[in-house]
């Protein structure tokens, strides 16, 4: 997207609200919804750009979605399919950053909205019916707030979790956080070779390995197209076992649709010990130093950044 052009709000009302009207049983127009949706969507662009993030007010944007003119549609799907799927900003800046977020806490607020309707329509005895759009509704909000927080392809956490769980891993002052940041060597070779639907498949799988092998605490994160990071909170620095198992396991080739694919890792870790500060962007850029100079040294093996000091040690698995 251009820089000089802004996001296609008005487009997007416009499509948004005929999606809505066409379902079943709608008893709104199109020219009702649009302008209302197009004030929503533009408030929620301004609030993307404030700082500190205010939750309270897009929040509030989200449970308008109840009140008229959309007492009488049902929108919950298209909803989160118009507002996440949003192209808000140029890729990588703050707003495209903070959209999802914003999205999803307004989404997030309808749904607890519409929740809180169906229970006064429960106490009001209208119908058995209302107890099962209920039940739909939570499952609903525990599918957003998943989402929110997950990788689309693999499942894994995104960084959002990532540095959340961090954060409380840090504030235990008996035990250490560990990160290992995993970086696939040469990737760009099998989306080139194999192509980017074989490329989705082998991270897939890699995913599946990274959770059969860490421990059940573990925060395992699709940080990038072809990283991972992972964040440990051990009783004392055991990452080099761990790091060791990932080389290993993340050797072996990928069996997909086009055959077996080589895949290798390239991992980088660091440690801040029990009751040391604890900054994740610090810890992650130790871990990426730590992880070019098993990728520069050729690959297929992890580095071990120990301390703040200069000197990383190399270890080979494989």
């Known amino acids: 997207m251009p820089t000089d052009i802004g996001p296609p709000v008005a487009d997007m009302a416009r499509a948004w609200a005929r999606a809505v009207c066409a379902e079943p049983g709608s008893h709104a127009a ?3 919804l649009e302008p209302v949706l197009i004030e929503i969507i533009e408030r929620l662009l301004q609030l993307a750009r404030s700082e500190p993030f205010p939750v309270p007010e897009a929040r509030m944007l989200g449970a308008r979605l109840v009140e008229a003119p959309f007492e009488r549609t049902r929108m919950l799907a298209q909803a989160t399919r118009w507002l996440l799927g949003f192209p808000a900003g140029v890729p990588g800046s703050l707003v495209a950053t903070r959209w999802p977020l914003v999205a999803s806490q307004a989404i997030d607020s309808y749904a607890q909205a519409l929740q809180e309707r169906a229970l006064a329509q429960q106490e009001q005895h209208i119908s058995a019916a209302v107890s099962l759009r209920v039940q739909e509704i ?3 909000q525990h599918r957003l707030r998943h989402e929110a927080t997950h990788d689309a392809l693999t499942d894994l956490a995104n960084r959002t979790l990532l540095q959340d769980q961090v954060k409380l891993m840090a504030a235990d002052p008996t035990r250490g ?7 696939l060597d040469r990737f760009k070779q099998i989306n080139d070779g194999f192509g980017h639907s074989v490329g989705d498949e082998v991270l897939v799988e890699l995913a599946r390995r990274l959770r059969q092998i860490c421990p059940p605490e573990t925060v395992i994160c699709r940080y990038g197209g072809d990283e991972f990071v992972l964040a440990t909170n051990p009783f004392r620095n055991s990452l080099s076992e761990l790091a060791h198992q990932i080389v ?9 649709t086009a055959g077996p694919v080589p895949v290798s890792a390239s991992v980088g870790t ?6 040391n500060p604890c900054d994740f962007t610090d810890l992650l850029r130790k871990a990426d130093r730590a992880m070019y100079s098993a990728k520069t040294a ?3 093996r992890f580095a071990l950044a120990e301390s703040d000091e ?5 270890a080979v698995a494989g």
């Open 177 to 183: 956080v560990g990160l290992l940041l995993i970086d």
């Open 298 to 300: 050729g690959g297929r």
């Open 310 to 314: 200069p000197d990383i040690t190399t």
């Open 270 to 275: 660091a440690y801040c010990a029990p009751g």
């Open 248 to 256: 290993g396991a993340l050797h072996d080739p990928v069996w997909s």
């Open 138 to 140: 939570a499952a609903l």
């Open 30 to 32: 199109p020219k009702q």
